[in-house]
């Protein structure tokens, strides 16, 4: 029997489409060890240069006009502009998935992004395809965007989305609140103090990571300026992304700060630092805040992306599992207020409350059955 072909399409729009599809890709090989698996970045530029220029304007745009975003988002938020934008996106990408499915010539289609989502949608109506397609959102609220027709199986974070979505009419037994997936290695973390000591990091010491997703966003350099503001000796781990300059600033900095500071890139060592830590200071994307949820780890959150990290931010503070600093608030009497009485043990307790860690597993169950695989 040949083996069967699993395509799984995402987007490198920040990290988290991507860490969510490199899960479910590391869950399948698990689950289904012979089966043939393509992760396709449907937003590089290998993949479609006018996809990738797409990319690189959006970026630009958060860059020096976050609030053009902002009204994008409210726009494409109604009905009607919802689905002017999804058809706009699919018959534009429309080509590129041809393309890649007479490449591959997939018997499952899974997308972690809604512009490959809209696009395969838009592909099965017009050719009266039965391809199966799986969608997994990743954001903590719902949006137009991510909503198509003939999606044998939805995949979201949380039971009031899909009570969201059976109320506009979608089948209840394709709806499935299995939690964002992750990867698999959250749960074979060492306890914090073992991460510690294979850090290096003194045990006694209050430990704060300071991450800006995969591209560097955030104002890092902002809060290192910040933090320098508390008496108390800190270590301090930055997480750069694939900002260099901002790397680069970071250590700098730590040349003549008053707290013990280490810096990183792009690193698979997210999960073991943030393990190691007692709070997290970084933007609300939704895989960040998922991992931190199954590790225990506090929250502070600032600068949302308008739109999706805003909603990503009130779900998490309204469960008790962060902070979210508003602006003209201050960070470092907020971080002292988090590091006083027992609020770090509360909040770590609620963050464990909304961990879904065995989100991947339960996600890639379904679609291999539904897939008949």
């Given at each position: 029997?040949?083996?069967?072909?699993?395509?799984i399409?995402?987007?490198?729009?920040?990290?988290?489409?991507?860490?969510?599809?490199?899960?479910?890709?590391?869950?399948?090989?698990?689950?289904?060890?012979?089966?043939?698996?393509?992760?396709?970045?449907?937003?590089?530029?290998?993949?479609?240069?006018?996809?990738?220029?797409?990319?690189?304007i959006?970026?630009?745009?958060?860059?020096?006009?976050?609030?053009?975003?902002?009204?994008?988002?409210?726009?494409?938020?109604?009905?009607?502009?919802?689905?002017?934008?999804?058809?706009?996106?699919?018959?534009?990408?429309?080509?590129?998935?041809?393309?890649?499915?007479?490449?591959?010539?997939?018997?499952?289609?899974?997308?972690?992004?809604?512009?490959?989502?809209?696009?395969?949608?838009?592909?099965?109506?017009?050719?009266?395809?039965?391809?199966?397609?799986?969608?997994?959102?990743?954001?903590?609220?719902l949006?137009?965007?991510?909503?198509?027709?003939?999606?044998?199986?939805?995949?979201?974070?949380?039971?009031?989305?899909?009570?969201?979505?059976?109320?506009?009419?979608?089948?209840?037994?394709?709806?499935?609140?299995?939690?964002?997936?992750?990867?698999?290695?959250?749960?074979?973390?060492p306890?914090?103090?073992?991460?510690?000591?294979?850090?290096?990091?003194?045990?006694?010491?209050?430990?704060?990571?300071?991450m800006?997703?995969?591209?560097?966003?955030?104002?890092?350099?902002?809060?290192?300026?910040?933090?320098?503001?508390?008496?108390?000796?800190?270590?301090?781990?930055?997480?750069?992304?694939?900002?260099?300059?901002?790397?680069?600033?970071?250590?700098?900095?730590a040349?003549?700060?008053?707290?013990?500071?280490?810096?990183?890139?792009?690193?698979?060592?997210?999960?073991?630092?943030?393990?190691?830590?007692?709070?997290?200071?970084?933007?609300?994307?939704?895989?960040?805040?998922?991992?931190?949820?199954?590790?225990?780890?506090?929250?502070?959150?600032?600068?949302?992306?308008?739109?999706?990290?805003?909603?990503?931010?009130?779900?998490?503070?309204?469960?008790g599992?962060?902070?979210?600093?508003?602006?003209?608030?201050?960070l470092?009497a907020?971080?002292?207020?988090?590091?006083?009485?027992?609020?770090?043990?509360?909040?770590?307790?609620?963050?464990?409350?909304?961990?879904?860690?065995?989100?991947?597993?339960?996600?890639?169950?379904?679609?291999?059955?539904?897939?008949?695989?």
């Open positions: 029997m040949a083996a069967k072909k699993i395509l399409l995402t987007a490198s729009i920040g990290s988290g489409h991507i860490k969510a599809a490199e899960a479910v890709a590391e869950e399948l090989v698990r689950q289904q060890p012979g089966a043939e698996i393509t992760t396709v970045d449907f937003m590089a530029r290998s993949t479609s240069f006018w996809h990738w220029l797409t990319k690189k959006y970026l630009e745009m958060l860059n020096f006009v976050p609030n053009l975003y902002d009204v994008f988002y409210q726009l494409s938020s109604s009905e009607t502009g919802g689905s002017c934008g999804k058809n706009m996106f699919a018959l534009f990408m429309l080509p590129v998935f041809n393309r890649l499915q007479a490449k591959y010539q997939p018997d499952c289609v899974i997308c972690t992004h809604p512009f490959p989502a809209g696009t395969v949608s838009l592909w099965k109506e017009r050719h009266h395809s039965k391809l199966p397609l799986s969608v997994v959102m990743t954001d903590y609220s949006h137009p965007m991510w909503l198509c027709k003939g999606v044998d199986n939805y995949f979201m974070a949380t039971e009031d989305m899909r009570q969201g979505m059976i109320a506009q009419g979608f089948a209840a037994e394709t709806l499935h609140a299995e939690g964002i997936p992750i990867s698999a290695d959250v749960q074979g973390l306890i914090k103090d073992e991460l510690r000591k294979m850090l290096g990091i003194a045990l006694e010491k209050r430990v704060i990571l300071l800006g997703g995969g591209l560097g966003l955030g104002g890092i350099e902002r809060t290192l300026q910040e933090l320098e503001k508390i008496k108390q000796s800190l270590v301090l781990l930055v997480v750069a992304g694939r900002n260099e300059q901002l790397q680069q600033q970071a250590e700098d900095f040349l003549g700060s008053h707290h013990t500071i280490r810096t990183w890139g792009y690193t698979n060592e997210v999960k073991r630092l943030m393990g190691a830590a007692d709070l997290l200071i970084t933007k609300p994307g939704a895989l960040t805040i998922s991992e931190a949820f199954a590790l225990g780890t506090p929250m502070l959150l600032h600068d949302p992306i308008p739109g999706p990290e805003t909603e990503n931010a009130v779900y998490a503070t309204r469960h599992a962060a902070v979210w600093l508003h602006p003209g608030e201050k470092a907020a971080v002292e207020e988090i590091f006083r009485g027992d609020s770090l043990s509360t909040m770590q307790e609620q963050a464990l409350k909304r961990a879904r860690p065995l989100a991947s597993k339960k996600i890639v169950k379904i679609i291999l059955s539904a897939a008949g695989f």
